[in-house]
């Protein structure tokens, strides 16, 4: 056995566990780039304990999913302010957008000399600034990861600054933070962090740590999820979500993603959709044409055993088949109703781009299996439909 492990310096968990953001900010910085979303309303109580704490608050709207040249003038105007720690607080795409920024505040030139696929691909040479990172909704457990994912609409295409200087130094989980989530998106982030604990678990780069994690997380979704889409003022469920959305956090960081992830990155950069609803009309897809690869070229393969695993733990049945998990995540998504991809103006005319696009994704290299063109070509035909 062998494997690395990196995850976020300190991760605080539990309902009002937003009281240590500001005594914690404080002991690192004095002036802090507030990263929020579109919405600044709900960092109001944050803002207001960093400047009891003496921190000078530098506010920073990151509306909708963070692109190139957002981050390049939000790093240009953090700069300026002498921005010293950044807190971000919000949706998978504010705390891309603050560790973005905070990685970009301690390295020369811009975002596009360090993207992978589309950019110059450059390592970070520095360790970013102090980064807190406060996530509102349970999905992309972002909090926890090495990367920031950015779209570059010059490109059609999104992709990711990546580095472990870039892990935050403190990540807050308050449960409660995502009260009031609104039932569709609800569905798509905790469906996306559901696709963060099954791709991992069966990734070819899994490992004896991220296994527990995946495990445990699928479990806790598997119940929660359902409960808390029906329910949205469902505390203890919300709370079990956040935990295993947490938890996919950790695994994808140290064990990578597959063909879920792989598309949906171009889907998200040609198209409007979030990232979270693409994953979720992808997800139960890529599991029937993985199995189905693997059953026809890999029948000896370790993750056939793993899809077996993951099957048993969903759907609480002991004797389940792989494909029994497949259709289980097809039916909680029709449950969830989680639109197709379609309904984003995903075409015909697009699966061959997508596909391409989605064979140079780096997610696709801890896909299970390798899968051919058309079989990519055919989870998106499905997922579109």
Known sequence: MAFEFATASRIVFGPGKLSEAAPAAARMGHRALVVTGASRERAARLVAALEAATVVCVPFSSAGEPTVEAIRAGAEFARDERCDVVVAMGGGSAIDAGKALAAMLTNPGEPLDYLEVIGGGQPLQHASVPFIAIPTTAGTGSEVTRNAVLGSPGHRAKASLRSAGMLPRLAIVDPELARGLPRAATASTGLDALTQLIEPYVSARANAMTDLFCAEGMRRAAEALPRVWQDGSDAAARSEMSW?????????????????????????????????????????????????????????????????????????????????????????????????????????GDIAEIAGSAARASSMRANPIELTAEEVREVIRRAAQ
């Open 244 to 348: 295993a959305a947490l938890l996919g956090g950790l695994a994808l960081a140290n064990a990578g993603l597959g063909a879920v992830h792989g598309i949906a990155a171009p889907v998200g950069g040609m198209f409007p959709a979030p990232h979270g609803a693409v994953c979720a009309a992808v997800l139960p897809h890529a599991m029937e044409i993985n199995l189905q690869a693997l059953r026809e070229r890999e029948p000896q393969s370790p993750a056939l055993r793993r899809y077996e695993e993951a099957a048993r733990i969903l759907t609480g049945r002991p004797h389940a088949t792989a494909e029994d998990g497949a259709r289980w995540v097809a039916q909680l998504c029709r449950r969830l109703q989680v639109p197709p991809l379609g309904a984003y103006g995903v075409g015909e």
